[in-house]
């Protein structure tokens, strides 16, 4: 073992905390992924910033809160001037490239008004929140009639699938994403209907096998100390997968639902507008779920094979023995959980999610095959992969804290009493529903290890789950007397949280309190009646002067 050169930082789209058989799920066995467990930690209490692809990557890459960075909902630009991975881990001496998905839209209007070209290194970079690309895929090429969602979505994986003999104008959907009947009818993945169908394509063709192959051809060529991120779209619907992955799974592996007649009766007016959207009523019914489900835990076995095969080829290589490789995900899905489907509420479901990592070096060994139970957050990744490198976290700036004390045995928790995560619904028909004002069409949690709270913009009461008692987070207490006490506290954390300083990210602390007594060595003298209450080396500029009157000078005299 050695101490970690580089970072592979493997991140999954969509894939539920719970869902790993290292996590307990009884019916997906995970014995790659359990296998990475074995050997680094697991914590099982990891949240993320935002319940949505978009800003919980900005987040993620960022190390700060959305309120921070701004990027608050998916296709939102990362303003041009925000820091991110890359940005740090390169000042350390660190590559950071891409492999697979980012959902990062540029901020193509900063960039053109401070003159970056998007074609040159520091504007590619901008564009691409801050990494080098060796091959992007965010992963989806819909069309509708009004185009298509993302135009560049799986455009080097479609020219792979052409060249493979796919022949479509779109392979990504005809055969990736969609089965096929016996008349030769795309089934396409985008309805629910068609997941039990298989993919109509080569397994070994498919998208996360793909993946692998581009995050191996990677570091095959890549010279360290380097930060791979390795960036997976699936378990992300369309919900369907290739045979053998197909069949593995049917609805007796479908767990049960975790919901209650009385949570959708009793609903707070938001949640209750998130339960109504169309997908919440679909997700509502048990045939969809029994559909869908056994088709996202194919996806997830198929994951874990592909886990397998990357592991093996780190530990054959020796590349296993200088890199630290971190797990995670952006975010859950209800799956019909709490009547809703998708991702954009609070509940556990959504807002945690798995995170291993394992550090190869000698000072982790006491903790390999553990499980921490501390508070962490998304953010927390970007000062963890810093310390790495080598370099020193910029606390003015990043707004995590580094993981390294726990992983290497030295702190059993972090510092924060809290996690926080946000979701801007502005742009949602959500918000349309609820005839929300833009500006009130936001929601903040608050939790730690007993309770959760969710502030909701626009004069409604709070949502509160007592954790403890009800881990399902199935009874509201936000109208409770009872817990007044108990939401006040909250709510003093979460304004505590709103007043930091987010934004004073050009001068660190140490420069701060350096300015503190700098001034007075520079002439500026205020408050001062006399010169000798101030130093007199203070104020020597201004001491022993001599001076003539200035009519004599000018010649203006009377």
């Given at each position: 073992?050695?101490?970690?050169?580089?970072?592979?930082?493997?991140?999954?789209?969509?894939?539920?905390?719970?869902?790993?058989?290292?996590?307990?799920?009884?019916?997906?066995?995970?014995?790659?992924?359990?296998?990475?467990?074995?050997?680094?930690?697991?914590?099982?209490r990891a949240y993320i910033q935002s319940p949505i692809c978009g800003s919980s990557r900005m987040s993620t890459y960022t190390g700060r809160y959305v309120h921070s960075h701004g990027a608050s909902w998916n296709n939102?630009?990362?303003?041009?001037?925000?820091?991110?991975?890359?940005?740090?881990?390169?000042?350390?001496?660190?590559?950071?490239?891409?492999?697979?998905?980012?959902?990062?839209?540029?901020?193509?209007?900063?960039?053109?008004?401070?003159?970056?070209?998007?074609?040159?290194?520091?504007?590619?970079?901008?564009?691409?929140?801050?990494?080098?690309?060796?091959?992007?895929?965010?992963?989806?090429?819909?069309?509708?009639?009004?185009?298509?969602?993302?135009?560049?979505?799986?455009?080097?994986?479609?020219?792979?699938?052409?060249?493979?003999?796919?022949?479509?104008?779109?392979?990504?959907?005809?055969?990736?994403?969609?089965?096929?009947?016996?008349?030769?009818?795309?089934?396409?993945?985008?309805?629910?209907?068609?997941?039990?169908?298989?993919?109509?394509?080569?397994?070994?063709?498919?998208?996360?096998?793909?993946?692998?192959?581009?995050?191996?051809?990677?570091?095959?060529?890549?010279?360290?100390?380097?930060?791979?991120?390795?960036?997976?779209?699936?378990?992300?619907?369309?919900?369907?997968?290739?045979?053998?992955?197909?069949?593995?799974?049917?609805?007796?592996?479908?767990?049960?639902?975790?919901?209650?007649?009385?949570?959708?009766?009793?609903?707070?007016?938001?949640?209750?507008?998130?339960?109504?959207?169309?997908?919440?009523?679909?997700?509502?019914?048990?045939?969809?779920?029994?559909?869908?489900?056994?088709?996202?835990?194919?996806?997830?076995?198929?994951?874990?094979?592909?886990?397998?095969?990357?592991?093996?080829?780190?530990?054959?290589?020796?590349?296993?023995?200088?890199?630290?490789?971190?797990?995670?995900?952006?975010?859950?899905?209800?799956?019909?959980?709490?009547?809703?489907?998708?991702?954009?509420?609070?509940?556990?479901?959504?807002?945690?999610?798995?995170?291993?990592?394992?550090?190869?070096?000698?000072?982790?060994?006491?903790?390999?095959?553990?499980?921490?139970?501390?508070?962490?957050?998304?953010?927390?990744?970007?000062?963890?992969?810093?310390?790495?490198?080598?370099?020193?976290?910029?606390?003015?700036?990043?707004?995590?804290?580094?993981?390294?004390?726990?992983?290497?045995?030295?702190?059993?928790?972090?510092?924060?009493?809290?996690?926080?995560?946000?979701?801007?619904?502005?742009?949602?028909?959500?918000?349309?529903?609820?005839?929300?004002?833009?500006?009130?069409?936001?929601?903040?949690?608050?939790?730690?290890?007993?309770?959760?709270?969710?502030?909701?913009?626009?004069?409604?009461?709070?949502?509160?789950?007592?954790?403890?008692?009800?881990?399902?987070?199935?009874?509201?207490?936000?109208?409770?007397?009872?817990?007044?006490?108990?939401?006040?506290?909250l709510y003093d954390r979460l304004f505590a949280w709103a007043r930091r300083p987010s934004q004073r990210t050009t001068r660190s602390e140490r420069q701060l309190l350096d300015m503190r007594t700098k001034s007075r060595?520079?002439?500026?003298?205020?408050?001062?009646?006399?010169?000798?209450?101030?130093?007199?080396?203070?104020?020597?500029?201004?001491?022993?002067?001599?001076?003539?009157?200035?009519?004599?000078?000018?010649?203006?005299?009377?």
């Amino acid at each position: 073992m050695a101490r970690p050169k580089n970072i592979l930082f493997i991140m999954f789209d969509q894939l539920r905390w719970d869902y790993l058989s290292c996590s307990g799920h009884p019916h997906l066995h995970t014995p790659h992924i359990d296998r990475l467990a074995e050997r680094g930690v697991r914590f099982s209490r990891a949240y993320i910033q935002s319940p949505i692809c978009g800003s919980s990557r900005m987040s993620t890459y960022t190390g700060r809160y959305v309120h921070s960075h701004g990027a608050s909902w998916n296709n939102i630009p990362l303003k041009v001037g925000e820091m991110t991975m890359g940005d740090h881990l390169r000042r350390a001496g660190m590559g950071c490239w891409l492999v697979g998905k980012t959902h990062m839209r540029a901020d193509a209007e900063g960039m053109e008004r401070l003159g970056l070209e998007p074609d040159s290194v520091i504007g590619a970079r901008l564009a691409e929140c801050g990494f080098d690309v060796f091959e992007r895929d965010d992963g989806m090429l819909p069309e509708g009639p009004d185009g298509s969602y993302d135009p560049d979505g799986a455009k080097e994986y479609n020219k792979y699938l052409r060249a493979k003999g796919y022949d479509s104008d779109n392979p990504w959907h005809d055969f990736a994403n969609s089965g096929l009947d016996g008349d030769g009818n795309v089934l396409s993945g985008w309805f629910l209907k068609h997941a039990p169908e298989a993919a109509n394509i080569d397994e070994y063709d498919s998208e996360t096998p793909y993946l692998t192959r581009r995050g191996i051809a990677f570091m095959e060529q890549a010279e360290g100390p380097w930060c791979c991120h390795l960036s997976y779209i699936k378990p992300h619907w369309p919900y369907i997968v290739p045979e053998p992955y197909a069949s593995m799974y049917g609805p007796e592996h479908v767990l049960p639902v975790v919901r209650s007649d009385s949570e959708r009766q009793n609903a707070h007016p938001v949640l209750k507008a998130f339960m109504d959207t169309k997908i919440g009523q679909t997700f509502s019914r048990q045939d969809v779920r029994e559909a869908v489900i056994p088709a996202y835990m194919g996806l997830i076995k198929q994951i874990d094979d592909q886990m397998g095969v990357l592991f093996n080829w780190l530990e054959d290589t020796g590349r296993d023995r200088d890199t630290m490789i971190v797990l995670t995900s952006d975010h859950g899905d209800f799956l019909g959980d709490h009547w809703m489907g998708e991702k954009t509420f609070f509940q556990d479901a959504s807002t945690k999610v798995p995170l291993i990592v394992y550090d190869p070096s000698p000072e982790a060994d006491a903790t390999r095959g553990t499980v921490c139970d501390a508070l962490v957050e998304s953010i927390d990744l970007v000062p963890t992969f810093i310390e790495v490198a080598g370099g020193q976290v910029p606390g003015h700036i990043v707004e995590g804290e580094s993981l390294l004390p726990i992983l290497h045995g030295q702190a059993s928790d972090t510092r924060r009493s809290h996690v926080i995560c946000e979701y801007d619904y502005s742009g949602s028909p959500v918000a349309a529903a609820l005839n929300a004002d833009v500006r009130d069409a936001v929601m903040f949690m608050i939790a730690d290890k007993t309770w959760k709270l969710i502030h909701c913009e626009g004069g409604f009461r709070p949502l509160l789950f007592d954790l403890v008692n009800d881990p399902g987070e199935l009874t509201d207490l936000g109208a409770s007397a009872e817990h007044e006490d108990t939401i006040a506290h909250l709510y003093d954390r979460l304004f505590a949280w709103a007043r930091r300083p987010s934004q004073r990210t050009t001068r660190s602390e140490r420069q701060l309190l350096d300015m503190r007594t700098k001034s007075r060595g520079r002439g500026v003298v205020i408050g001062i009646y006399d010169e000798n209450d101030t130093p007199l080396d203070l104020t020597v500029k201004y001491r022993g002067r001599k001076a003539r009157p200035w009519r004599d000078l000018t010649g203006r005299g009377d």
